[in-house]
């Protein structure tokens, strides 16, 4: 049985009395999407098998005790190494090579978002581009700090894999509104009008989710089976987003692309 949190948001309290509603059926295992929803079933219950998919990191999280030794009930597939978030950096570098201040979209208090920062900022400045943070705590804050951002040249943004996830129609907006090259970390922005993205493969790790709950139910312990990062990420661009910015990608970038969206 599964919680579903579409978009990564934290109400916590529905969450807490829909997995106490599915624990009391007593299922063989529940799979959650999420941080949040993965808590909400990690308190429900201590001994039910919980397969997790999308969390950004199941240690600091509280999850599990490591990810080769989960050690309890909850197991399953984290939603990125924070590594990967300086590839938006280079990406963004690549195909605007004026760049040279990147904003990056965060939420202060997620500590996920907090780390993949010092990874952008880190690889912000090998690359001679200047990282600032914008907070994305809610959308009046990401409009302010977007339009006073776009008042200096050569800027581009990046929006982490975190809550921003909330407002991702007004991002990709406010992106065209300022002519913004922006770099998005899951495809479904650019097929929404987003410029390009880069992220894990969130199909595939469903894969991997289902097939940690055939082993499950075949006998194995969640305890035993460790938390595994993603192997297979997609590059998607939107030729006509970049049309519209003014933008020629290149053709190497392009052969690169796993998706090209025309």
């Known amino acids: 049985m599964q919680i579903e949190d579409r978009w990564g ?3 916590l309290e529905l969450y807490s009395r829909y997995a ?3 624990v009391a059926l007593a299922p ?3 799979v959650g999407s999420g941080g949040p929803i993965t808590r909400a079933l990690q308190r429900a219950t201590q001994t039910i098998p919980i397969v997790f998919a999308i969390v950004a990191d199941p240690i600091g999280g509280g999850y599990v005790r490591s990810l080769a030794r989960p050690g309890g009930n909850p197991t399953g597939f984290m939603q990125f190494e924070y590594s990967f978030s300086g590839k938006w950096v280079q990406l963004l570098k690549q195909m605007v090579p004026s760049v040279s ?3 990056v979209l965060i939420n202060p208090e997620d500590a996920s978002d907090a780390a993949q920062f010092a990874v952008i900022q880190a690889v912000g400045t090998l ?3 200047e990282v600032s943070p914008i907070d994305a705590g809610d959308v009046d804050e990401i409009e302010r700090g977007v339009a006073q951002f776009a008042n200096f040249a ?3 943004l990046i929006v982490t894999a975190g809550r921003t996830i909330n407002f991702y129609e007004r991002i990709i907006a406010l992106s065209a509104l300022h002519r913004l090259p922006t770099i998005y970390p899951l495809r479904f922005y650019v097929g929404s009008g ?4 880069y992220g894990p493969d969130l199909v595939d790790q469903y894969r991997g989710v289902a097939t940690y709950v055939h082993r499950i139910l075949k006998g194995a312990k969640p305890a035993d089976l460790p938390v595994q990062a993603p192997t297979k990420f997609e590059l ?3 030729l006509k987003t970049a049309k519209a910015l003014g933008l020629s990608i290149s053709p190497s970038l392009l052969a690169a692309a796993d998706e090209v969206i025309e």
């Open 28 to 30: 063989d295992v529940l």
């Open 9 to 11: 948001a934290g109400n």
């Open 127 to 129: 690359l001679g581009v």
């Open 236 to 238: 998607v661009m939107n």
């Open 101 to 103: 201040r990147a904003a």
């Open 20 to 22: 106490a509603e599915l």
């Open 194 to 197: 987003g410029l390009i993205s």
């Open 154 to 156: 050569n800027g581009g």
